[in-house]
């Protein structure tokens, strides 16, 4: 399993833009498909929000990678 550390400048970040930005997913639209296909968990619990904001602490995990938001 891959682990990447993304360091948060701003208050937060959505979740389609973290995955467009880490290259997780290519489009928004692809983005937003992980999401709808159940993919994408933060915090352990499955997420079905496409704008979730994502906050210094958060952990997404996405197919077999896991983000630590810092």
Request: include cysteine.
């Amino acid at each position: 399993m891959q682990e990447l550390d993304f360091e948060l400048k701003e208050d937060y970040i959505e979740l389609i833009r973290l995955l467009k930005y880490l290259g997780i997913a290519e489009s928004g639209l692809a983005a937003k498909q992980l999401v709808s296909d159940g993919r994408v968990f933060l915090n352990a619990t499955k997420e079905s929000r496409f704008r979730a904001k994502l906050r210094k602490h958060d952990v997404v995990k996405v197919n077999n990678c896991i983000i630590k938001i810092r």
